[in-house]
């Protein structure tokens, strides 16, 4: 191709791509003209801004159910959350462990949940332990991201100040000092959160969340029915039951839960 033939070529090729955004609704063709890119990550930099994950420095209560769990938590050390998925239980109870770390009422977060998968088996995952249980542990590291950067996650695990531990190996050890979170916990059995519950150690704080509707265990499996019943009344436990109304996602999984 000769250098004239190149040039009426990429003027051709600039008039095209005019001509195609000027066709763009407004708020697409802005971010095409302001450079941003779809391939572009959420956490990699960005010259516009744009695309950069934000994170949330103070938590509110959305609901009167959420506000008695923040109130709970800051009484109580040992804290059940139950009731439908959405209501906020996970990312309440993650938002008081960050704040508890930066006050420096605790000296590390123990977040841990049951490996169980949601009807399906998706056989063995490669990897050591942390990257085995990442996946089941996604909503955690969500919850944590939104409260922290994700560079200083990673910071704080790798310093063990953000724990990952696995319920298979949360025996025998006593936790002081410490913000657990057992999320999930529809999917513990009895002797399982037992065995959990048992590992409070001095100056620590622990929240149990779950809905006893959606357990992925055999029918009679789940405890965490038949433990928040009984603990219920025992003095400096506290209970916090939601319901459908309490659903801060989008309005349709309040109807949803009310109708299957």
Known sequence: M????????????????????????????????????????????????????????????????????????????????????????????????????????VGRIVLSRPAVEAGENLGYLPGDMEDKLSPYLRPLYDALTDRLSAKKVRSLMAEGVIEVAPIAFMRGRTLNNAFVVIDEAQNCTYAQLKMLLTRLGWHSTMVVTGDPEQSDLLPGVSGLKDITNKLEEVEGIGVCRFSRTDVVRHPLVASMIEHI
Do not use: C
Request: cysteine-free; proline content about 4%.
């Open 2 to 105: 000769t250098r004239r033939a190149a040039k009426k070529a990429i003027k051709r090729s600039g008039k095209q791509v005019s001509d195609d955004r000027d066709s763009m609704p407004d708020n697409v063709r802005v971010l095409f003209e302001d450079g941003w890119s779809p391939m572009q990550s959420l956490e990699g930099p960005s010259d516009t801004g744009q695309r950069d994950q934000k994170f949330r420095k103070n938590v509110r209560a959305q609901n009167d159910a959420q506000k008695k769990f923040f109130q709970l938590v800051s009484d109580h050390s040992v804290v059940f959350a139950v009731g439908p998925a959405g209501t906020g239980k996970t990312y309440v109870a993650v938002a008081k462990a960050v704040e508890a770390l930066e006050a420096g009422r």
